[in-house]
């Protein structure tokens, strides 16, 4: 089945809004979940008094923590329960010194060294030893990644979207993946970013582009599929 036709709606035309299809031509893409993005008090955070955390990151952290971390967890271990595959880009640069790092990181002062543990994923969160990492030294996976090649050589088709930051790396990776033609959902709770109303500004912003859905649906949706199979 082309992608054509698992857009369309049923009535002659497209749409975006396509369950969960196929495992076989379906992958998560966590991004930029990884100890340099998700520990108070270290990485891109160093400056964060864990015992007193200021309160325009009190809301990140919380939710963070209470609300996309175990999201994140439960479209892992319902991917991994009907072979889907698991993708991680991280903030890596190709070299110790960082001088690959695209021009924006260098600005902003974002970068992780190679091989730091900085690149490592949380363990709230573990990916198991054959699952994909993909480093990336801009905000954009797949610009400056090979990302798509990989997705193409795994026949992937619909990719499930989350991860940080809600508007700025999800929102790249959602709005490339859309115009390089693979269906994408976002479930929106595994997603986070500074502040609620940021969260929801982006999500409205990029809808156009993806199904946005709660983690729950996504479940249920990859659960279908692994009674299909055991049809």
């Keep these: 089945m082309s992608r ?8 002659g035309g497209l749409t975006r809004h396509v369950p969960i299809h196929t495992a076989h031509h379906t992958a998560l893409l966590v991004v930029d979940v990884q100890n340099y993005t998700c520990i108070p008090g270290d990485g891109e955070y160093s ?21 996309t971390l175990p999201a994140i967890k439960r479209l892992q271990e319902a991917c991994r329960g009907s072979s889907i595959e698991i993708l991680y880009t991280v903030v890596e640069a190709l070299t110790r010194d960082m001088r690959d790092l695209g021009l924006d990181y260098k600005i902003s002062g974002i970068g992780v060294p190679k091989g730091s543990p900085w690149a ?12 994909i990492v993909i480093p990336k030294t801009s905000s954009n996976v797949f610009m400056s990644t090979n990302i798509d090649y990989v997705l ?11 991860g940080l930051l809600t508007d700025q790396c999800v929102e790249s990776a959602v709005r490339d993946a859309c ?28 809808s156009g582009y993806c199904r ?7 479940v249920d949706e990859i659960a279908a599929l692994s009674r299909q199979a055991a049809d």
Excluded: W
């Design 212 to 218: 946005i859905v709660e983690t729950d649906q996504v």
């Design 47 to 67: 400056h964060v008094d864990t015992e007193d955390i200021p309160a325009d990151l009190a809301y990140h952290f919380d939710r963070l923590q209470n609300t």
């Design 120 to 131: 490592g994923v949380p363990d709230s969160v573990a990916r198991l030893d054959d699952e």
């Design 4 to 11: 054509a036709q698992m857009a369309g709606d049923g009535k």
């Design 179 to 206: 115009d390089l033609g693979y269906l994408v959902t976002v479930p929106q709770d595994a997603c986070a970013t500074m502040t609620q109303e940021r969260h929801d500004q982006s999500l409205s912003m990029y």
């Design 152 to 162: 193409r050589a795994l026949e992937i088709e619909q990719l499930i979207i989350c």
